[in-house]
């Protein structure tokens, strides 16, 4: 119960703003650490205590010493000094346990578990939803990595500060203090260390703090590519790649070891300083402290006193550098996770943007200006209009801007210029979630999630039944093999994993599997870019009547280079160069004697004809 208390007092999935961290680093540190304050503060106290008490000890033997040379007879030591003792005691035994038993409470038991994960959970969320550009502009791994570590790195380095901070500022200030009430003589070699170890820091620490971020950054190179040849083994292998693979990942590795010797140059020469500052320290103390006993000017306790606390510092000012430098290692980390999570989303939902409300099904492009962010090219000023419930074909050259229309329609890139109108609703305007929810998309690529094909059929539909699952598959003609599925874990059928991207699965079985997602979803808006491209003639000819079934009573976009599937849709679209140049039905086109009769005449050498 008592774990269990402190475990809870951060609610890691609590509602927050979905909005983007600040890009300072102090902004974006405020911007976690203020949703744990009063535990952070509560360290923070707990953490001055815990100091004290250090400290207080050493000032025990101190006393103990000076109050033993003081007995002249043993026998009424006790007697004489029980109270002191017990007040010793007490401290040591209890109050001491206590304390350091409630900072480890907090810190292991709520900050450590607590707020690292709701780092991640925030950062996961807000980096889910960008724009399909940025997971395209950068590896899957390394994206991983930054929103991963970016928590454990935010929260050691806040803590480590915390614990730091109270280390040098009690043990300095105590030691100080009591060197000062023993003989004022005391505190010189003191002060000169003081003096001396905030030069070194002020030195030293803006340079690992640089090298740091060069070696954090680097680290996230070497898990992306690793990462890319591993998602991508298959390529590696069929094209017999492994040497160009190994020098890939070891080019990033070597620059990985170039950046961490560089740091740890810098970490060694501040060792090796703040070692012979030490020695210092301590010879300094010891001697100083001796000849002041000399001309009994001070007392034997404040001898062990004095070198006990300068060992003490000694100690402490040997962990302090490591936890400079671990400050330092993880605030690089943070600013290497920063420059993946603070990015600006790309495509976003107006404040006021509402639900789409879908009656009928009819799509306008209006005036559509497109170009990835270049002077031209794509698309440029193009018009179609899609009556409801009407089913058209998408047909131009590779490079034409169709699957263009077909993202800029799901809105995964916005306009540059333009309208897209879905009932006379402008996409712009609506939310991205109601938009998508209300279309359904099969395509070329096919990927599966690495789950159980349940759960990448339950995408469709994720209140489906078992019924209605096998109702799906069976119209897509995917039962035949998913039942005999099975996987590592045991699972059968529907509980089997699919595997990375469903490589498990030949394609066409994973297009028959998106093929049966989308009968789930029964969208009103249909997309279908390459739908039966991974299929054979045989299965496709089998699923057609699916397919029929799929498309009745919706409105259709078809894209195929298989002309042959898309020759009988109620209309034909011809795009080259991101504007339209024909449109009309298979016959007219043919007829025409255009850019379509050219592809199909390309495509069937005249022999393959439709009704």
């Given at each position: 119960?008592?774990?269990?208390?402190?475990?809870?007092?951060?609610?890691?999935?609590?509602?927050?703003?979905?909005?983007?961290?600040?890009?300072?680093?102090?902004?974006?540190?405020?911007?976690?650490?203020?949703?744990?304050?009063?535990?952070?503060?509560?360290?923070?106290?707990?953490?001055?205590?815990?100091?004290?008490?250090?400290?207080?000890?050493?000032?025990?033997?101190?006393?103990?010493?000076?109050?033993?040379?003081?007995?002249?007879?043993?026998?009424?030591?006790?007697?004489?000094?029980?109270?002191?003792?017990?007040?010793?005691?007490?401290?040591?035994?209890?109050?001491?346990?206590?304390?350091?038993?409630?900072?480890?409470?907090?810190?292991?038991?709520?900050?450590?578990?607590?707020?690292t994960n709701l780092i991640r959970w925030q950062n996961h969320r807000y980096v889910l939803k960008q724009s399909l550009n940025f997971f395209q502009n950068d590896f899957a791994g390394r994206i991983a990595q930054r929103v991963m570590q970016t928590g454990p790195s935010l929260r050691d380095s806040a803590m480590q500060v915390i614990d730091a901070l109270w280390h040098v500022v009690v043990y300095a200030g105590s030691a100080l203090y009591l060197f000062a009430a023993a003989d004022l003589r005391l505190i010189v070699p003191l002060s000169l260390w003081i003096i001396g170890y905030s030069a070194a820091l002020w030195y030293f620490v803006p340079r690992i703090k640089a090298r740091s971020a060069a070696a954090s950054a680097a680290r996230s190179k070497v898990m992306g590519r690793v990462v890319d040849g591993y998602s991508n083994v298959a390529t590696l292998k069929l094209f017999a790649h492994s040497r160009e693979e190994e020098t890939y990942a070891r080019e990033a590795m070597q620059e990985l070891l170039d950046k961490f010797r560089l740091q740890s140059r810098i970490i060694t020469s501040l060792d090796f300083l703040i070692t012979c500052m030490n020695g210092l320290l301590i010879v300094g103390t010891g001697a100083l402290a001796l000849w002041?006993?000399?001309?009994?000017?001070?007392?034997?306790?404040?001898?062990?006193?004095?070198?006990?606390?300068?060992?003490?510092?000694?100690?402490?000012?040997?962990?302090?550098?490591?936890?400079?430098?671990?400050?330092?290692?993880?605030?690089?980390?943070?600013?290497?996770?920063?420059?993946?999570?603070?990015?600006?989303?790309?495509?976003?939902?107006?404040?006021?943007?509402?639900?789409?409300?879908?009656?009928?099904?009819?799509?306008?492009?209006?005036?559509?200006?497109?170009?990835?962010?270049?002077?031209?090219?794509?698309?440029?000023?193009?018009?179609?209009?899609?009556?409801?419930?009407?089913?058209?074909?998408?047909?131009?050259?590779?490079?034409?801007?169709?699957?263009?229309?077909?993202?800029?329609?799901?809105?995964?890139?916005?306009?540059?210029?333009?309208r897209i109108l879905i009932d006379g609703q402008d996409i712009a305007a609506v939310s991205q979630e109601s938009l998508r929810a209300n279309i359904g998309v099969v395509t070329q690529d096919t990927s599966l999630l690495h789950r159980s094909i349940r759960d990448n059929l339950r995408y469709g539909k994720p209140e489906a039944s078992d019924e209605e699952l096998w109702a799906a598959a069976r119209k897509a003609r995917a039962e035949g093999f998913i039942a005999p599925l099975d996987d590592s874990q045991g699972g059968l059928g529907f509980d089997a994993q699919v595997g990375e991207r469903g490589v498990k699965l030949s394609g066409g079985q994973r297009q028959r599997i998106a093929i049966a997602r989308v009968l789930l979803k029964d969208a009103p808006i249909l997309i279908m870019d390459e739908a039966t491209s991974a299929l054979d003639s045989e299965v496709e000819s089998a699923i057609q009547e699916s397919l029929d079934s799929l498309m009745d009573g919706k409105t259709v976009i078809a894209i195929a280079h298989r002309l042959s599937t898309i020759a009988r849709m109620d209309r034909l679209v011809v795009i080259d160069q991101g504007q339209v140049i024909e449109t009309g039905t298979h016959a007219e086109l043919i007829a025409r004697g255009g850019l379509y009769a050219r592809l199909w005449q390309h495509q069937t050498g005249g022999f393959v004809g439709v009704d």
């Open positions: 119960m008592l774990f269990r208390r402190f475990e809870n007092l951060i609610d890691v999935f609590k509602p927050s703003p979905d909005v983007a961290p600040p890009s300072g680093m102090l902004r974006f540190y405020a911007h976690y650490l203020k949703q744990v304050w009063p535990l952070m503060i509560a360290v923070l106290v707990i953490g001055f205590f815990a100091a004290l008490i250090e400290v207080a000890l050493f000032s025990f033997l101190g006393q103990l010493i000076d109050m033993a040379q003081a007995t002249t007879d043993a026998r009424t030591f006790f007697a004489e000094h029980r109270n002191q003792l017990l007040w010793m005691a007490l401290v040591a035994l209890i109050i001491r346990p206590l304390v350091f038993g409630l900072h480890n409470l907090l810190t292991h038991q709520a900050i450590n578990p607590g707020l002041l006993w000399s001309e009994a000017l001070i007392s034997t306790g404040a001898i062990a006193l004095a070198l006990g606390l300068v060992i003490r510092i000694n100690n402490m000012a040997e962990w302090i550098m490591w936890v400079v430098n671990g400050i330092f290692e993880n605030v690089g980390t943070v600013q290497d996770g920063m420059q993946t999570i603070v990015q600006p989303r790309e495509v976003l939902d107006r404040e006021d943007a509402k639900p789409l409300q879908v009656q009928q099904g009819g799509v306008r492009f209006d005036d559509v200006h497109f170009h990835y962010g270049k002077q031209g090219g794509v698309i440029s000023g193009l018009a179609i209009d899609i009556r409801p419930g009407e089913k058209i074909g998408l047909v131009g050259p590779s490079g034409a801007g169709k699957s263009t229309l077909v993202n800029l329609l799901l809105r995964l890139y916005d306009l540059e210029s333009g």
